[in-house]
């Protein structure tokens, strides 16, 4: 900063003295001017008379004494005087001289007649010498002076600004943000010994750390609180975020059982047929057991039949028990997709040959393996299949297909029916809750909502397939691997 000022001195100092000394060198070279120019009319008032009658008497002595006397004179450099009425022919232009010609005139008889002339001429290197040797007084004078002045102004403004300034930088070193704290030796600056606007400063810093420090306090228990207050909402949050979970457990469980409860007549008549071929069977068994016509081979054929409608009926109740199960995985099994539709299947398969819907399965011999949660699984295709359902029963000959396959790295279930399709306008609107395309009294619009947010946390989706001519819903789940 001392640098800085000093260097700012000497620039403002030289400033002012160039302009200084231009401006006296111009008035001094005008002086000089002017003088040499009263010289000449000095000469041409004082001394044309007595030339001119030196002239006109040819008193060559007297005018050798004026001639003598005229060139003593100051800013006379050279003169010429002559008779002659020709013009005198002046000096070489580069001698640089200042020229006044005078004409001389002498009366005789009342008559005026020419007599001669003069030419006087004065120097100008001589005035150029004399502003030289003034121009390097001013400059030595004002330089000497300007570096006195910045000297001085150096040495007070050292003494009574720099001192404090730096005693207050030392003692702002101790004033640490982060550490929320000032040291002792900051109060200890004391004001006393100084005076006008330093004294100012430090009285407004001292109160700035008395103020940074009342607001310090007061953060810290505003931090305090906040993090009570934010552990406060943690926990609150956690605990929303376990009853949303449980909520939404309840509402996937309710929906699956609300579409179990839907087929749960034709469920009970599926069980029930094959119950009456077996029941069949043994009574056939039964009234023959005592007949020698009752051959081996027909007791097996009996027996084979009822196992097999037994097998039926325990696929139906284990596909019926699976989807009716609280108790849901937590983590993603390795399954065969192929018996969670085959199971799903069966479940459907007697709903809607009671309501001559053709249903159609296709579901490949190739195992394909995903990694999900089985119940869950079901419960997807479970809507969709009851979708398919509602919107192909009205239809003159109703159909509906179920269709796995895969492609590669993707397992997909496809539900295609030929009811009436998804309006244009509301295809966009499916997915969101209670959102529903059906009547009034029918469906609670979350099938789709659920089957998608169950879908996506398998890393899958469900969608609507809008190149498709008829209605076709996909689940679309990561393959894990197929197996022949």
């Given at each position: 900063?001392?640098?800085?000022?000093?260097?700012?001195?000497?620039?403002?100092?030289?400033?002012?003295?160039?302009?200084?000394?231009?401006?006296?060198?111009?008035?001094?070279?005008?002086?000089?001017?002017?003088?040499?120019?009263?010289?000449?009319?000095?000469?041409?008032?004082?001394?044309?008379?007595?030339?001119?009658?030196?002239?006109?008497?040819?008193?060559?002595?007297?005018?050798?004494?004026?001639?003598?006397?005229?060139?003593?004179?100051?800013?006379?450099?050279?003169?010429?005087?002559?008779?002659?009425?020709?013009?005198l022919q002046r000096p070489d232009a580069r001698a640089n001289l200042i020229m006044h010609q005078v004409d001389l005139h002498y009366t005789q008889a009342g008559?005026?007649?020419?007599?001669?002339?003069?030419?006087?001429?004065?120097?100008?290197?001589?005035?150029?010498?004399?502003?030289?040797?003034?121009?390097?007084?001013?400059?030595?004078?004002?330089?000497?002076?300007?570096?006195?002045?910045?000297?001085?102004?150096?040495?007070?403004?050292?003494?009574?600004?720099?001192?404090?300034?730096?005693?207050?930088?030392?003692?702002?070193?101790?004033?640490?943000?982060?550490?929320?704290?000032?040291?002792?030796?900051?109060?200890?600056?004391?004001?006393?010994?100084?005076?006008?606007?330093?004294?100012?400063?430090?009285?407004?810093?001292?109160?700035?750390?008395?103020?940074?420090?009342?607001?310090?306090?007061?953060?810290?228990?505003?931090?305090?609180?906040?993090?009570?207050?934010?552990?406060?909402?943690?926990?609150?949050?956690?605990?929303?975020?376990?009853?949303?979970?449980?909520?939404?457990?309840?509402?996937?469980?309710?929906?699956?059982?609300?579409?179990?409860?839907?087929?749960?007549?034709?469920?009970?008549?599926?069980?029930?047929?094959?119950?009456?071929?077996?029941?069949?069977?043994?009574?056939?068994?039964?009234?023959?057991?005592?007949?020698?016509?009752?051959?081996?081979?027909?007791?097996?054929?009996?027996?084979?039949?009822?196992?097999?409608?037994?097998?039926?009926?325990?696929?139906?109740?284990?596909?019926?028990?699976?989807?009716?199960?609280?108790?849901?995985?937590?983590?993603?099994?390795?399954?065969?997709?192929?018996?969670?539709?085959?199971?799903?299947?069966?479940?459907?398969?007697?709903?809607?040959?009671?309501?001559?819907?053709?249903?159609?399965?296709?579901?490949?011999?190739?195992?394909?393996?995903?990694?999900?949660?089985?119940?869950?699984?079901?419960?997807?295709?479970?809507?969709?299949?009851?979708?398919?359902?509602?919107?192909?029963?009205?239809?003159?000959?109703?159909?509906?297909?179920?269709?796995?396959?895969?492609?590669?790295?993707?397992?997909?279930?496809?539900?295609?029916?030929?009811?009436?399709?998804?309006?244009?306008?509301?295809?966009?609107?499916?997915?969101?809750?209670?959102?529903?395309?059906?009547?009034?009294?029918?469906?609670?619009?979350?099938?789709?909502?659920?089957?998608?947010?169950?879908?996506?946390?398998?890393?899958?989706?469900?969608?609507?397939?809008?190149?498709?001519?008829?209605?076709?819903?996909?689940?679309?789940?990561?393959?894990?691997?197929?197996?022949?």
């Amino acid at each position: 900063m001392s640098r800085k000022l000093t260097w700012s001195i000497i620039l403002a100092s030289s400033i002012v003295t160039i302009f200084v000394t231009f401006t006296q060198l111009l008035y001094d070279y005008k002086r000089e001017l002017d003088e040499i120019h009263s010289t000449f009319h000095y000469i041409e008032k004082s001394h044309q008379g007595v030339i001119a009658a030196s002239l006109w008497h040819v008193d060559l002595e007297s005018l050798k004494r004026i001639d003598s006397g005229l060139r003593d004179l100051p800013n006379i450099d050279f003169l010429v005087i002559t008779f002659s009425e020709e013009p005198l022919q002046r000096p070489d232009a580069r001698a640089n001289l200042i020229m006044h010609q005078v004409d001389l005139h002498y009366t005789q008889a009342g008559q005026r007649q020419f007599v001669g002339r003069i030419l006087m001429g004065s120097s100008k290197s001589r005035v150029y010498e004399k502003l030289a040797r003034k121009l390097l007084i001013i400059l030595v004078t004002q330089a000497t002076k300007t570096f006195l002045v910045a000297a001085f102004m150096l040495f007070i403004f050292e003494h009574l600004i720099m001192k404090h300034l730096r005693r207050i930088a030392r003692h702002a070193r101790w004033l640490h943000i982060e550490n929320r704290r000032l040291s002792p030796s900051w109060t200890s600056l004391e004001s006393t010994d100084l005076q006008g606007e330093l004294k100012d400063v430090v009285e407004a810093l001292q109160e700035m750390q008395r103020t940074m420090e009342n607001s310090y306090k007061e953060l810290e228990e505003v931090e305090t609180k906040l993090r009570q207050l934010n552990a406060s909402l943690e926990a609150e949050v956690q605990k929303r975020i376990q009853e949303n979970e449980r909520q939404q457990m309840l509402i996937q469980n309710s929906a699956r059982l609300s579409a179990l409860g839907e087929m749960a007549g034709n469920i009970a008549h599926e069980i029930n047929n094959p119950l009456m071929i077996i029941s069949g069977y043994i009574r056939i068994i039964r009234s023959h057991m005592d007949s020698p016509r009752l051959l081996p081979e027909k007791l097996a054929f009996f027996g084979q039949k009822a196992e097999e409608t037994i097998e039926r009926i325990t696929g139906i109740v284990r596909g019926l028990l699976r989807l009716s199960s609280h108790d849901v995985p937590a983590n993603l099994q390795e399954i065969a997709l192929n018996d969670v539709v085959r199971d799903v299947a069966n479940l459907c398969r007697m709903r809607f040959l009671e309501n001559h819907i053709n249903f159609e399965v296709d579901i490949p011999l190739t195992r394909i393996i995903v990694n999900c949660r089985p119940v869950e699984i079901s419960q997807i295709i479970i809507n969709l299949l009851n979708n398919a359902f509602d919107a192909a029963k009205d239809q003159p000959k109703p159909w509906i297909k179920l269709h796995l396959y895969h492609e590669p790295e993707r397992a997909l279930v496809a539900v295609h029916d030929n009811g009436p399709g998804v309006p244009e306008n509301l295809r966009f609107r499916i997915m969101e809750p209670f959102f529903s395309t059906k009547t009034y009294g029918h469906g609670t619009g979350l099938g789709l909502s659920i089957s998608s947010a169950i879908a996506e946390q398998h890393g899958g989706k469900v969608y609507l397939d809008e190149h498709s001519r008829e209605t076709r819903f996909i689940l679309e789940l990561p393959l894990s691997n197929i197996k022949e």
